[in-house]
């Protein structure tokens, strides 16, 4: 029986690599007792897999995991078994049945909800970056790999960016290669024209296909507006259009 | 303090700073199992630091043992901390943040006391980083009245002569009886406001058994420099200071709950000591002396352990601890009924330090059953018949040969052999036995499979107090580079043949400190001042930088490390008991200079190393002595 989990991974959890988290979840899932399916073979493995991997440092209530089990099992009893099994800031949020011939989960997980939240006093600031860059045509961010620095153009994968006090939400596109949140902060840094300091926390807040205005979350269904006030007033229910 | 307000958590002040770091989950607790008191609430509070990066320290039982056994206390908090890795460590004097522990966050100073784990001598500087990372002085007589208690344990602390300084408090052997009364001293100084003077709270410490205060001891030195003898400073103080045992394994049941790391550690697995203590005589063997008598757990205690543990923590492989595990007198049924247990789970069993003998093949079939054989490692330690005397690790070169033919015969591909080269009396002869015996084992293999491997792995001997080679010389860094090359040219053709081998130089450091007297002490100072960090690590060892510290404190290796000492000599740990009659060791010695071997005294009579009489106990096996003349 095949689960599919969005999860959150948050608080300390936040500086584990992924290969870390994927053990912590092997023995979560052993610790809770579920009867979780292995491969074939001398070394077999859980049937545990991540269809894609969150950057070290950011935290996240909109990760997803794949899992599948050797026997059937309640999905709420067995998400309740391994939140209390697993160390503090790893939860499951929600989980669900996956039915034959469902396509990949990867085809649902195309644009994330970022999170990215500022101390108190540069909400000023962070109005007139997120103003700039939501009518910039080009968005130039620079991208350092091996000493070699390449000229990128976020604009693209930007799908909505709006300030909330001392936040700032944005969607961005899975492209590839992908845009990091960092890198909307120096966007942002670059357009306000003024030292801007850094997020204190980042966190991907869902996952799931590009709506206008925000996106459609991929376990759920459930539409998540681009901006907080909005998702605060409508929890989530209309589509509002375009900041 | 504890009880300073100004006292606060310093993840605030961390938590930015660690995306700039390596491997940063070394640094923020959170583990599975991890127990977080609120200090309001306790009457004391220790923190235990081992002293190596947390991937290292982390799945230590000294510490994992003493942690559940003090937070298991109404009212005590035990808390973790580890050595920052130097990135880090730049960041916390950049930043002016004190050492602190995992749990809390809290820093070193807001705990009562300070434990140390030593394991061995490598982790001497970054001890001293620890405390200057806390804010505590180095020298243990310039602390103030309520700064935290500095103690040191592990089998490092059977010589604290070069931490004397350093330290408030050494203990010799098992922790956990000793921590338990320490804590009762300290609730007493913690309900006067931790008042008393400094001489007091160290004066109660010393009250209590095993409990050694380098400063109310004074070594004094004849004219020629070498040590008189180390004497009490004041009335009550014991001459000798005994080591302390823990005589029945199955009333101490841990880890209960072993602590589950988020990251990559040495050992992720249940680890469970199915017994204490080794009577094998190996004479280079520190640990094997110092632990003695041999104390086993019973079978039904460990497999109810592992049971547990594997509950407690998720963990899907067990290691069964001891320094012999071939040995326990069950240990055929306890593997037995462990396999049975887990056959056909994801769960995998491991018996590490087994001896050199066709039945450890037969346990490891056991123990792994229908899974892969990979790998096996022995460790004949030397390759002669002669040297093996002399060190007295009694295995024939048939029985090794029969060995390898029975672990290739039921499929392991591939055999790891440990020796030591430097050792006393040894000849040329004797280091090319080595290879010779690599060799011999590989053609073994070889009509097994043509793809079948072995590895011979050397490493320079370096002698230890409290063992039969306390007296002998070490070998200097260039014979032993030498004594490599002879083993190199003759394998060298051999690709299956795989040598692995360690860089002489920090062997004479961790002679130095292993046999050091207090004069030591500055040599250890100096090379932290210089920047000596993470020792045991080959890329931040610099010997040149040692060397230097040795000759500013003017501490000559030639006197320390290659000397070979004389019967009368005063040893810079004689004050420490650790149960062996000095007589017997030094006669121990004279036997293996005339290649006399001496077999376990689990079978044959004692002959009397002084350590049962001495803890009024005895070996605590079911194995039945060969002398009583069973069939």
Partial sequence: MRVRARYAKQHRLRFVSAIDLGRIWERALRKAGLPIGYSEGFTPHPKVSFPDALALGYASTGEYVELTFAVPVDVGAAAAAFNRAAPEGLRILDATVVAEGAPRFAKWLRASLWDLRYPRDEAARLRDGVDALASAEHIPVDRERKGNITRLDLEPAL??????????RVVLHHTEPPFRPGEVHQALRAAVGAPLREP???????QGSPEPGGIREALSGQLLPGTRDEHAAAAGQTNRGSS | MATDPQVHSVWPRIEPLLTGVRKPARYVGGEDNIVVKDHADVDSSWLLIY???YEIGQPNQGIQILYEVLNERDRTVAERAFAPWPDMEELMREHQIPLFSLENHLPLKAFDVVGFSLAAEVGYTNLLNCLDLGGLSLRADARADDDPLVIIGGHAAFNPEPLAPFVDVAVAGDGEEFVLEVDEVLR??????RSWPREQLLAEVGRIEGAYVPRFYQPRYTDDGRLAGTFPRRKGVPYRVPKRTVSDLDQWPYPKKQLVPLTETVHERYSVEIFRGCTRGCRFCQAGMITRPVRERSKETVKQMVAEGLENTGLNEVGLLS?????????????????DTYEGTATSLSLPSTRVDAFNVTLADELIRNGRRTGLTFAPEAGTERMRRVINKMVSEADMLRTAETAFANGWRHLKLYFMIGLPTETDEDVLGIAE?????LAIGREHGRKNKVTISVGGFVPKPHTPFQWCAQDRPEELQRKLGLIKARVASDRNLNLRYHDPEPGVMEGLLARGDRRVADAIEQAFLAGARFDGWHEHYDHARWLQAAADAGVDLDWYCWRERGADEVMPWDHLDSGLEREW??????????????DDCRWIPCYD??????????????HLPLYAGQS
């Fill in chain 1, 159 to 168: 799908h909505v960016i709006a300030a909330d006090g001392d936040t700032v």
């Fill in chain 1, 200 to 206: 204190r926390l980042i966190t991907r807040i869902a």
């Fill in chain 2, 51 to 53: 002293p190596d990066a």
């Fill in chain 2, 188 to 193: 007493r100084w913690r309900r006067d406001g």
């Fill in chain 2, 323 to 339: 320094l012999s595990s071939a040995d326990h007198s069950e240990i055929l049924g306890m593997c037995g009924d462990l396999a």
């Fill in chain 2, 437 to 441: 015996l690599g060799l011999k084992v």
């Fill in chain 2, 585 to 598: 060791l030094w006669d121990d010695w004279q036997d293996s200079l005339r290649e006399k071997p001496l």
């Fill in chain 2, 609 to 622: 190393c002084g350590v049962c009489p001495g803890l009024d106990l005895q070996h605590q096996t079911n």
